[in-house]
């Protein structure tokens, strides 16, 4: 159990356990006598069948300067003489404490009183005794108080008027603080009872005891009340840590050759169980993958993406993979186990790999063909940026950058139908062609190219024409001549849409979005609705072909 308990790899419920001492310790020391003499004084520390764990406070009063003692084996006649020379030496260990002097030292004066030594041993579940501390202990005097504020002249005068309108109210005071005291007792003694309230009239002048009874019990609450206050100072009891040495007198010292043939003999343990650990994880991996290989061998997949001259080299690579393994492999080192499965991983390699590309292959062409769709409604918006807007000098993209999207998408498109034509032309056991490594490629690249023009979107910041003073003139009776003239000819059922002047601050420039949901939906135009000066806007292509079909733009 206190094995297991010192372990991190089990749980254990912890328990009380009580033990006992089958030998006696004691504590011995010599000191000095009044007479001046040495006197030897041995005092008995943990007695035979002394239950453990135990601590214990062995006082020292007689010390005022360094000194030494010894902790022993105390008597141990119940044993015989063959036991205890069995038992070995009776000295357990010798301790030097140091630095009393200079304790005794700083703490010295008036009203300082020394309270000894005292020593803190503790005997463990095993039976351990070890020394956990020891300390020196000073006992200071409280300062008296003095009384800042004397008595006032007047008031022995005050006193006496009290007295004389109110009766005697020192004799109230004293008895209603001994009934006080009394219904304290009480409910102490009664452990929360409710107090009496029979509370025992004081002898004397019952009218004048009446009449004063509140100021009475006002006077002996606040007088009760500075009592509990002014409390009487304690004492301070000062601390001093002292150092000792140990000694230890019944273990022998190990040399440092022995330790290190020890250590060296622990490492070498060590050395041989994590081995032993690798071993057994080599085996089983081996045997795993034998009867996993095995297993595939009749599945669908494998079947189907391998020949049979094929499933039979490896089919027999592994029934003689198995064979040496429960004939000829209990006594084999882990780096015969480890060539074994690389050899088997090697004659497999070709089936798995195929498997896995006809595997992954439809969720990778799929991708790329979503990507393809979304570069290819990307350039048709990407194409209306390609010159400067109205009131602008920059544009949003330039012809070279949107054609290099149309050109890389292009290629990908023709890449992709005429290589998935072939792989659907070859058969599944042969070597694929369409391998899941260029999809990944071709899919990042043309990801990129869209990254890199939406980016530019988001952060694109046009610059506005500058306009000399003449033409904007110019341009505002133009405006307000062509507002007359529209004016007369405007019904009163219909209303003129406000239109921006070229050189107005009302434009709001929305950059294109690399992921559109919908397509826009064609719609017809009237010649009336296109200006000369306007670009024509370019029309989407129809969104009734299907998705996974490429089209060159």
Do not use: C
């Not at 328990?15 to 004691?26: H, I, L, R």
């Not at 030897?40 to 300067?65: A, E, G």
């Not at 100021?215 to 100072?233: G, H, L, M, Q, W």
């Not at 080299?313 to 690389?342: C, F, H, M, P």
């Amino acid at each position: 159990y206190a094995a297991a308990g010192l372990s991190k790899a089990f749980r254990i419920k912890k328990f009380g356990v009580k033990d006992v001492s089958f030998f006696p310790m004691e504590v011995a020391f010599d000191r000095k006598t009044e007479e001046g003499s040495m006197k030897h004084v041995r005092r008995v520390l943990y007695h035979r069948h002394n239950t453990s764990p135990q601590k214990k406070i062995m006082t020292f009063n007689k010390f005022s300067d360094d000194f030494e003692f010894n902790l022993d084996y105390s008597d141990l006649s119940h044993l015989t003489k063959q036991q205890v020379a069995e038992h070995g030496p009776l000295n357990i260990t010798h301790v030097a404490v140091s630095g009393v002097g200079e304790a005794f030292k700083r703490n010295t004066g008036e009203g300082i009183e020394t309270k000894g030594i005292k020593a803190h041993f503790n005997l463990d579940t095993g039976g351990v005794l070890t020394l956990d501390s020891i300390e020196a202990l000073f006992e200071k005097a409280p300062q008296p108080e003095n009384d800042t504020d004397p008595a006032s002249p007047f008031s022995d005068l005050v006193g006496g008027i009290s007295s004389f309108f109110g009766g005697s109210e020192k004799d109230g005071e004293e008895k209603t603080g001994k009934t006080e005291q009394e219904g304290s007792d009480k409910s102490d003694e009664k452990a929360g009872k409710k107090e009496s309230s029979d509370v025992p009239k004081p002898e004397g002048n019952e009218p004048n005891t009446t009449t004063s009874s509140n100021a009475t019990a006002a006077n002996s609450t606040s007088s009760n009340t500075t009592e509990a206050k002014k409390k009487p100072p304690q004492p301070t009891l000062i601390k001093e840590q002292l150092n000792f040495t140990i000694t230890r007198r019944d273990i022998v010292p190990i040399l440092e050759a022995v330790a290190n043939a020890t250590k060296k003999r622990l490492q070498g343990m060590a050395d041989k169980d994590l081995e032993k650990v690798l071993l057994e994880a080599s085996k089983n991996t081996l045997e795993a993958y034998i009867f996993d290989m095995q297993d595939k061998m009749y599945s669908d997949e494998v079947v189907e993406s391998s020949k049979e001259e094929e499933r039979t080299n490896i089919t027999a690579a592994l029934s003689a993979a198995s064979d040496w393994l429960y004939e000829e492999g209990d006594d084999a080192t882990r780096q015969v186990y480890d060539d074994k499965l690389a050899n088997l991983k090697k004659t497999a390699r070709t089936v798995v790999k195929r498997v896995k590309e006809h595997r992954d292959r439809p969720a990778l062409v799929k991708h790329l063909r979503s990507a393809l769709n979304q570069s290819r409604y990307f350039i048709v918006t990407a194409r209306n940026f390609t010159k400067p807007l109205k009131g602008y000098v920059d544009s949003l993209y330039t012809t070279v950058e949107v054609e290099a999207l149309v050109t890389l998408a292009n290629e990908t498109g023709t890449w992709l139908n005429e290589t998935e034509a072939k792989q659907n032309a070859t058969d599944k056991s042969e070597e694929p062609v369409l391998i899941s490594g260029d999809l990944k490629d071709k899919t990042t690249n043309l990801e990129r190219e869209m990254y890199y023009l939406a980016n530019k979107a988001k952060y694109f910041v046009p610059t506005k024409k500058k306009v000399n003073a003449s033409t904007k003139a110019k341009a505002k009776n133009s405006t307000a001549n062509a507002t007359d003239s529209n004016s007369t000819t405007t019904s009163d059922d219909e209303t003129p849409a406000d239109v921006p002047p070229e050189d107005s601050d009302e434009f709001e420039f929305k950059p294109p979005t690399a992921e559109p949901t919908e397509a826009p939906k064609k719609k017809a135009r009237r010649k009336s609705d296109v200006k000369d000066d306007q670009e024509e806007t370019l029309a989407l292509p129809d969104g009734d072909k299907p998705a996974d079909e490429h089209q060159e733009l």
